[in-house]
């Protein structure tokens, strides 16, 4: 689905967490950075355990060279990660937090 029609449905008052997702992942692949984050952001203030949306606010974040709130956004990502038992971002997000302390 492309931004417009994603946009579309937040408009018509579709709000949640997965459209937000979608949205911040459509931008962050546009390379609008600052739009991915601010969806992002809305997906984990909605759902606190979506681990992917933590991940790649911290992606987001790196793109934009603050690594401070990367690291904070990947230390969310993996305690949740750990707590649902999700092993791929929980891998991902370690290595991640790995090569940012180099």
């Known amino acids: 689905m492309n931004i417009d029609a994603l946009e579309k449905m937040l408009a018509k008052g579709n709000d949640s967490a997965m459209l937000r997702f979608g949205l911040g992942k459509a931008y962050l692949d546009d390379k609008n950075i600052e739009a991915a984050i601010e969806h ?5 203030a909605q759902d606190p355990d979506y681990s992917a949306a933590w ?48």
């Not at 992002?40 to 984990?44: A, E, G, S």
């Open 40 to 44: 992002f952001k809305h997906c984990v």
């Open 55 to 102: 991940k790649l606010l911290g992606k987001s974040h790196l793109q934009m060279d603050d690594k401070a709130s990367a690291e904070s956004a990947w230390q969310s990502g993996l305690e949740v990660a750990m707590r649902k038992g999700d092993k791929q971002t929980e891998k991902e997000i370690t290595v991640f937090l790995k090569k940012l302390k180099k």
